[in-house]
């Protein structure tokens, strides 16, 4: 099960090894596609001089579940979400939960 790796409780999320050309609107899309409504928080980190993603990206979602499903989502179809080849697309974020994330990113 791809979503076992997560820490019970665990709730944010960082895709990693997105294309440059991936936005935040692009993120927002395919989260809806399973999880319209279950998640609070999205963040697109973006190379200022470039104007592009820096392959990252950090969803925070209302609870584990959710989480799971996101990782499981993803890696399932790891070719249609535009991951870099060879990277594992999500995993269990450093920061967890919605206020530390507000905290940090913003």
Same mark, same amino acid.
């Given at each position: 099960?791809?979503?076992?790796?997560?820490?019970?409780?665990?709730?944010?999320?960082?895709?990693?090894?997105?294309?440059?050309?991936?936005?935040?609107?692009?993120?927002?899309r395919k989260l809806d596609a399973?999880?319209?409504?279950?998640?609070?928080?999205?963040?697109?980190?973006?190379?200022?001089?470039?104007?592009? @993603?820096? *392959?990252?990206?950090? #969803?925070?979602? $209302?609870?584990?579940?959710?989480?799971?499903?996101?990782?499981? /989502? !993803?890696?399932?179809?790891?070719?249609?979400?535009?991951? @870099?080849? *060879?990277?594992?697309? #999500?995993?269990? $974020?450093?920061?967890?939960?919605?206020?530390?994330?507000?905290? /940090? !990113?913003?």
């Open positions: 099960d791809a979503g076992s790796h997560l820490e019970d409780g665990a709730t944010t999320v960082m895709m990693r090894g997105l294309r440059s050309h991936i936005t935040t609107d692009w993120v927002l399973f999880a319209r409504g279950k998640y609070d928080f999205v963040y697109v980190p973006r190379d200022s001089r470039r104007g592009t @993603s820096i *392959g990252l990206a950090f #969803v925070n979602f $209302a609870d584990h579940k959710y989480a799971k499903m996101s990782v499981d /989502f !993803f890696s399932q179809n790891q070719r249609m979400m535009s991951f @870099s080849s *060879g990277t594992p697309p #999500v995993s269990q $974020a450093h920061t967890q939960g919605l206020g530390p994330n507000l905290a /940090f !990113f913003i």
